[in-house]
């Protein structure tokens, strides 16, 4: 295999891969908002967002080779330089354990990786702003103006 082409063994499980990361974070002396704040706080991303991004394949997401990213990385620290934080009310951080295992039974695996989880459902809100409104409104947004 060429280098830099990733390691593709999938044997890996996904907490593995997490706490890898991080190892190799700290080994470069470099600090992490999550390892200071409770991870139900935490939301990784890629990069800002734009409501202009399509839900298909972009080059940017894609490498030379014609790889997509969850072929191409070697764990889920690969390619995610951004962190965000994020403060949740407890009825929310609390789905999410229900929420990756939904989402592991919809893509028929055993288990996601929590920051592939968050960033797929910010990429998703991002992509979708009329329903994250609905859902504001729901919660008494705009009541008061």
Known sequence: MKEGSGNLDFSQ?????????ESKS??????SAEQVTPQSQQVQSTSETTSSQSTSVTDSQ???????????????GD???NRLE?????????????????????????E??????REFALKYAFENPEDVAELM???GFGLLD
């Open 137 to 139: 409104r729901d919660e």
């Open 112 to 117: 996601v990786p929590k920051t592939d989880a």
């Open 86 to 110: 994020v403060h949740l009310r407890s009825e929310v951080s609390d789905q999410e354990s229900e929420f990756r295992s939904a989402l592991a039974s919809a893509l028929e695996t055993d």
């Open 26 to 31: 700290q080994a470069n002396g470099e600090s």
């Open 79 to 81: 390619e995610r330089d």
């Open 62 to 76: 894609q490498d030379p080779q014609g790889y997509p990213y969850f072929v191409r990385r070697s764990n889920v």
């Open 13 to 21: 499980t996904s907490d593995d891969a997490e706490t890898e990361s």
